[in-house]
């Protein structure tokens, strides 16, 4: 299906409601099965949020927006249209969802390090009881540790010294930013493990904030410092648990240091490589890849230059910003409480995920969510069923994404689409506009 969506790019930009709605206002449907597979291993209440986030997006404030000449350029246009318009409103529910929801893993971490620890210490200011399980030949040496940490922070400040220059962030602010990283990464982790969610987007913000008043004026330094702080708090996250998964199949810890280290290293020549090539084969941003995370990095780094917001945005920000701090609120406070119903409380983050991405991104993933619900709820629970769900969803996201890299290089070698019959000017990839 992608291969032949490659040929036909209408495949994957079909006109939902009609060539008028699908060219002035976005609404295409990609009928995706990387995106079903996404959304079976999202699971239906997040894709529910995220759909959910989009029809008052797109369906409400975009137009909203357009016809009272708040947002006056071409609807998808990131800086003058509406969709940079209700980037702002996107941006505040996450800023409001993260920081709500890292409140009682603040404290919990303040109770644990300062309260607790009093118990666990004798009269002699020795510890009690030691946890560890595993013999010190299968565990990862501290001094490697200290010695890693240290060599890649120098290593980083250096090289984002060398490519950035003095006129784009200090290596002081540069070692600064990876320090807040790790400090914000124990707060995405431990966020993470008792809510299954990981606020990067929130914690990338605090980052960027804190370098808005160290180096006012630094956009450069802005994206740097919260880019570290986000990607930071991501990988603890995963690594979080891969290491959790290999500890309950007792792994050995100093093998799967060993994997993460040999998979880091050739991530970095992949990653660039593919990069690079997808770059000179597609329009970056474009409508294959729009990137609109990027968009939103750059307005709250502009926003705290330039303290300008588009016109009546900051009304929609504060209110929506009030209203998902009450839910937020709520849905910790569920979560936490381990209540039944936690889990139909819509998130923030997904919420604000529909504003982001047009129409074609949530709706698919909606699929995906309702065929998850609906297998469950035939089987009797994800207890009974399995994970056999998960692997066929896991086989839609590798499939596409293994084509994709096929689809790279007829386009590399200049064989382009057979047809781009059916297609709505520029909303279909690879096909002019």
Same mark, same amino acid.
């Given at each position: @299906?992608?291969?032949?969506?490659y040929?036909?790019?209408?495949i994957?930009?079909? #006109?939902?409601?009609g060539?008028?709605?699908?060219? %002035?206002?976005?609404w295409t449907?990609?009928?995706?099965l *990387?995106?079903?597979? %996404?959304?079976?291993i999202? +699971?239906f209440? =997040?894709?529910?949020?995220?759909?959910?986030?989009?029809?008052?997006?797109?369906?409400?404030?975009? #137009?909203?927006?357009?016809?009272?000449?708040?947002?006056p &350029?071409p609807v998808?246009?990131?800086?003058?249209?509406?969709?940079?318009?209700?980037?702002?409103?996107?941006? !505040?529910? @996450?800023?409001?969802? *993260?920081?709500?929801?890292?409140?009682p893993?603040?404290?919990?971490?303040?109770?644990?390090?300062?309260?607790?620890r009093?118990?666990?210490?004798?009269?002699? +200011?020795?510890?009690?009881?030691?946890?560890?399980?595993?013999?010190?030949?299968?565990?990862? #040496? @501290?001094?490697?540790?200290?010695?890693?940490?240290?060599g890649?922070?120098t290593? +980083?400040?250096?090289?984002?010294?060398?490519?950035?220059?003095?006129?784009g962030?200090? #290596?002081?602010?540069t070692?600064l930013?990876?320090?807040?990283?790790g400090?914000?990464s124990?707060?995405g982790?431990?966020?993470?493990?008792?809510?299954?969610?990981?606020?990067?987007?929130?914690?990338?913000?605090?980052?960027?904030?804190?370098?808005?008043?160290?180096?006012?004026?630094n956009?450069?330094?802005?994206i740097? /410092?919260?880019g570290?702080?986000?990607?930071?708090?991501?990988?603890?996250g995963?690594?979080m %648990?891969d290491l959790k998964? &290999?500890?309950?199949?007792? !792994?050995?810890?100093r !093998? %799967?240091?060993?994997?993460?280290?040999?998979?880091?290293s050739?991530?970095i020549?992949?990653? !660039?490589?593919?990069? =690079?090539?997808?770059?000179?084969?597609?329009?970056?941003?474009g409508?294959s890849?729009?990137?609109?995370?990027?968009?939103?990095w750059?307005g709250?780094?502009?926003?705290?230059?330039?303290?300008?917001?588009?016109?009546? *945005?900051?009304?929609? @920000?504060?209110?929506f910003?009030?209203?998902? /701090?009450?839910?937020a609120?709520a849905?910790?406070?569920?979560?936490?409480?381990?209540?039944?119903?936690a889990?139909?409380?819509?998130?923030?983050?997904?919420?604000?995920?529909g504003?982001?991405?047009?129409?074609?991104?949530?709706?698919?993933?909606l699929?995906?969510g309702?065929?998850?619900?609906?297998?469950?709820?035939?089987?009797? +629970?994800?207890?009974?069923?399995?994970?056999?769900?998960?692997?066929?969803?896991?086989?839609f996201?590798?499939?596409?994404?293994?084509?994709?890299?096929i689809?790279?290089?007829?386009?590399?070698?200049?064989?382009?689409?057979?047809?781009?019959?059916?297609?709505?000017?520029g909303?279909?990839?690879?096909?002019?506009s």
């Amino acid at each position: @299906m992608t291969l032949a969506a490659y040929f036909f790019p209408v495949i994957f930009s079909l #006109p939902l409601f009609g060539r008028y709605l699908a060219r %002035q206002w976005l609404w295409t449907f990609t009928p995706s099965l *990387s995106y079903v597979g %996404q959304g079976i291993i999202m +699971g239906f209440p =997040t894709t529910l949020s995220m759909n959910l986030g989009m029809l008052v997006g797109w369906g409400i404030l975009s #137009p909203l927006s357009k016809h009272k000449g708040w947002a006056p &350029g071409p609807v998808g246009d990131m800086t003058s249209g509406a969709r940079g318009w209700i980037l702002w409103t996107s941006l !505040a529910i @996450m800023c409001t969802d *993260s920081l709500v929801s890292l409140g009682p893993v603040i404290g919990e971490v303040i109770y644990t390090k300062l309260l607790k620890r009093a118990v666990s210490l004798g009269e002699d +200011g020795e510890h009690k009881e030691d946890n560890e399980i595993e013999t010190d030949e299968r565990l990862v #040496p @501290m001094r490697w540790v200290l010695w890693g940490l240290g060599g890649s922070i120098t290593l +980083g400040t250096l090289l984002v010294w060398m490519v950035f220059g003095n006129e784009g962030i200090k #290596p002081w602010a540069t070692l600064l930013g990876f320090v807040m990283g790790g400090l914000l990464s124990v707060l995405g982790v431990r966020a993470l493990g008792e809510t299954d969610l990981n606020p990067v987007s929130g914690l990338g913000k605090i980052s960027q904030l804190f370098f808005a008043w160290i180096q006012p004026g630094n956009i450069v330094a802005n994206i740097i /410092a919260g880019g570290v702080a986000e990607a930071g708090a991501q990988q603890a996250g995963d690594l979080m %648990q891969d290491l959790k998964t &290999g500890h309950l199949i007792r !792994a050995s810890p100093r !093998a %799967q240091f060993y994997g993460q280290l040999i998979g880091s290293s050739l991530s970095i020549i992949v990653t !660039a490589t593919a990069y =690079t090539l997808y770059n000179r084969a597609y329009q970056i941003p474009g409508p294959s890849f729009p990137a609109p995370t990027a968009y939103v990095w750059l307005g709250l780094a502009r926003l705290l230059r330039d303290g300008e917001l588009p016109e009546k *945005s900051n009304v929609f @920000m504060m209110a929506f910003a009030i209203v998902f /701090a009450l839910i937020a609120a709520a849905k910790t406070h569920a979560t936490l409480r381990h209540r039944w119903y936690a889990k139909w409380i819509p998130s923030g983050v997904a919420f604000a995920i529909g504003f982001l991405n047009t129409p074609s991104f949530s709706l698919a993933r909606l699929v995906g969510g309702f065929i998850e619900y609906l297998y469950y709820r035939r089987v009797g +629970g994800q207890e009974k069923g399995g994970i056999k769900l998960i692997i066929i969803a896991s086989g839609f996201v590798l499939g596409e994404g293994v084509v994709s890299i096929i689809s790279l290089i007829l386009r590399t070698f200049g064989i382009g689409v057979a047809s781009c019959w059916g297609c709505v000017p520029g909303l279909c990839g690879g096909c002019p506009s």
